[in-house]
């Protein structure tokens, strides 16, 4: 692992080693919902609902609309 004198931590890691961190903790994390899909189905009307609850706090304005 190369690390140069300036950067510390994650920073300091290469690419490739970056990339294979970074993939391992993603399958760490279960995030993929492809082996689960009642799970995907759960997370899905919990974001809507969240979605929902966030539009009705802001007057159904979106971050678009003229203010």
Do not use: Y
């Amino acid at each position: 692992m190369a690390r140069s004198s300036g950067k510390r931590g994650f920073t300091a890691i290469d690419n490739d080693e970056h990339r294979r961190t970074a993939s391992e903790g993603g399958k760490a994390s279960g995030g993929n919902f492809a082996h689960d899909p009642q799970r995907a189905i759960e997370v899905g009307k919990q974001r809507a609902a969240t979605r929902s609850r966030e539009q009705k706090a802001r007057g159904s304005r979106n971050s678009h609309d003229e203010q």
